[in-house]
């Protein structure tokens, strides 16, 4: 499985110039390795794309040298192209529960509604959120990300819709007053939620806890009454539809894969990924551990949400939960 499933081939997903392919290059030279060297002599620092000099020690997250790589080639992804899609299932979503409750304290509409976006990466579903009226902080752990989304926002003129570069695990010990002021937080493809797994031993308590911390954050970020919603990848179907080279911890859930990833100028860079994986029942588990109230898990796919009961041939699950008045 590719780890931002999608329709389009690999060519396009990893964003290269026309005419160029990523089979063009070679294993040897992508990694920059030197003449006569494999990529087996190369370092995990080089595979990572750290800057010269630099090592793992010197980011707070394996994605950061992703994102700085990447940039704004990004949003090339074929994932990213159902954001408006995304934007407005969640918030049909939102108003149904909310309307469900019946009481004038619940916001009855969807304009200024206070939203966070935990892993915004560039900002893609905070911007659209922006444009709909909504008040969004988008947080990241990748500074690339959180400069390409600040200035996306000024030149959308939304004033309302700021970023922050943090760990989100970090973000109320950092930022108290934030605790329960949002209406809405969400965590959509991978961000931040999803993505804790990473270089270190798969059965180390780092890796079993994972996630736990963001979804704390989360749930305690949320004004009570306030939603929750998740996305997570389906750990059905990454047992199912296994990439060779894919390797699948099944006491994690931790999907780690090899791929490339391409910056604007058609640059590639070797990338390492850890992906968690999840069951309906796990993300429903979790979100009680945290204090939250689980309503519902969908099965959706990226540009495809709603509110489908989840199969074990979804490629993610998203999870609705609400935060205990
Ligand atoms: C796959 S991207 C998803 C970005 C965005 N949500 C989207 O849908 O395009 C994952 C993002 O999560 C961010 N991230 C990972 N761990 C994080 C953490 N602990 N705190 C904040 N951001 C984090 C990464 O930097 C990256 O931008």
Not at 89 to 103: C, E, H, N
Not at 151 to 172: I, K, P
Not at 238 to 263: C, L, P
Request: aromatic content about 6%; hydrophobic content about 40%; some cysteine.
């Amino acid at each position: 499985m590719d780890w931002w499933p999608g329709d389009v081939s690999p060519k396009a997903k990893l964003g290269c110039p026309e005419g160029a392919t990523p089979g063009d290059v070679s294993m040897e030279a992508k990694l920059g390795c030197p003449e006569g060297a494999t990529p087996g002599d190369v370092s995990m620092e080089a595979k990572l794309g750290c800057p010269d000099g630099a090592t793992m020690a010197d980011f707070d997250h394996w994605f950061e040298p992703l994102a700085d790589h990447m940039g704004s080639a990004y949003l090339r992804y074929s994932f990213t192209k159902g954001t408006d899609n995304e934007v407005d299932a969640i918030l049909q979503l939102a108003r149904r529960v909310w309307s469900a409750d019946g009481t004038a304290s619940e916001p009855p509409a969807i304009r200024n509604l206070r939203v966070l976006d935990v892993g915004c990466g560039p900002g893609r579903h905070s911007l659209a959120l922006a444009r709909r009226g909504c008040t969004v902080l988008g947080v990241d752990i990748a500074e690339r990300f959180v400069d390409l989304a600040t200035e996306a926002a000024t030149a959308q003129g939304l004033a309302h819709c700021r970023f922050l570069r943090v760990d989100a695990a970090n973000l109320l010990a950092d930022h108290p007053d934030l605790a329960g002021s949002f209406d809405l937080v969400v965590s959509l493809c991978q961000g931040a939620f999803g993505v804790s797994g990473g270089p270190v031993a798969p059965r180390s308590p780092a890796t079993l806890e994972l996630d736990e911390p963001i979804l704390t954050t989360m749930a305690r970020a949320a004004r009570p009454g306030g939603l929750v919603v998740v996305s997570a990848f389906s750990a059905y179907f990454q047992a199912r539809h296994r990439d060779e080279g894919d390797s699948f911890d099944a006491e994690s859930g931790v999907n780690h894969e090899h791929t490339e990833v391409m910056d604007d100028d058609g640059r590639v860079m070797q990338a390492e990924l850890w992906t968690t994986c999840y069951t309906p029942r796990e993300l429903r588990l979790l979100a009680r551990a945290v204090g939250l109230h689980p309503l519902a898990v969908h099965g959706v796919s990226p540009g495809r949400y709603g509110e489908r009961p989840p199969t074990p041939d979804d490629h993610e699950f998203l999870l609705v939960a609400r935060r205990r008045r």
